[in-house]
């Protein structure tokens, strides 16, 4: 079956902290994704690669940065962590093709920043 | 440019009863339009997909059409079980997402 792992389900780190939020997709697509989930907002996209070394803003990428140095693996990085930054963060992957194909989804960190 | 408005929740219906939860979008051209289900504790599954204008997507009883001419992508279920209880969002190509509709089905 196709998966999409997050390293942690929960993370606790303090104000200031680096933060790196890992996620791994074991069927060879060439896009991956991190948004954020907040109550009343939805999804909201941070940043996307299309692939290797390749990546590209969101609507909200302020605060992070991304790494993408092998194909399955996407890094989520919180430079200096802050409150605001608590969060549901949820790593995507999906076949090339323009953005028009479904995305598969990983089940989520619950990240808190205290 | 790009976005989707989905009807707010939540929604509470009793089993049996007939669901829809409205999406519109605006956009150019003919992007994918996409449900997506979330079940408590876990990520985004996709629930349907159209490709194009007039195109139906159907999957475990649930429907939605793209509808070019309202800019709609409705979804709906004939007869919503206690187990669809979950979040559904609809999405516009890979980067637009709704804020979600929270369903809860009751016995």
């Known amino acids: 079956d196709v998966k999409v792992t997050q390293s942690s389900r929960y993370l606790v780190k303090r104000t200031g902290e680096k933060v790196f939020l890992e996620c791994v997709q074991d069927?060879?697509?060439?896009?991956m994704f991190w948004y954020r989930q907040d109550p009343g907002l939805g999804l909201r996209l941070i940043y996307f690669?299309?692939?290797?070394?390749?990546?590209e803003k969101g609507d909200i990428p302020e605060g992070y940065s991304v790494s993408r140095e092998k194909k399955e693996r996407f890094s989520l990085i919180l430079e200096s962590a802050s409150t605001n930054q608590t969060s549901m963060y949820l790593c995507?992957?999906?076949?090339?093709?323009?953005?028009?194909?479904?995305?598969?989804f990983g089940d989520g960190t619950r990240l808190s920043i205290l | 440019g790009n976005s989707v408005t989905q009807m707010e929740g939540p929604v509470t219906l009793s089993e049996e009863a007939f669901l829809t939860i409205n999406c519109t979008y605006t956009?150019?051209?003919?992007?994918?339009l996409f449900w997506y289900v979330q079940y408590p504790g876990e990520g985004l599954q996709l629930l349907l997909k159209?490709?194009?204008?007039?195109d139906k997507g159907s999957n475990k009883g649930f429907e939605a059409t793209y509808r070019k001419e309202t800019t709609s992508f409705h979804l709906e279920k004939g007869s919503v079980q206690v187990s669809d209880s979950a979040v559904y969002f609809c999405?516009?190509?890979?980067?637009?997402f709704g804020t979600g509709t929270s369903l809860t089905v009751i016995p």
């Open positions: 995507a992957s999906s076949l090339g093709d323009r953005f028009n194909q479904p995305q598969h």
């Open positions: 069927m060879d697509h060439e896009n």
């Open positions: 690669s299309y692939d290797v070394k390749m990546k």
């Open positions: 956009a150019t051209g003919y992007p994918s």
């Open positions: 159209a490709t194009k204008a007039d």
């Open positions: 999405a516009l190509i890979q980067f637009y």
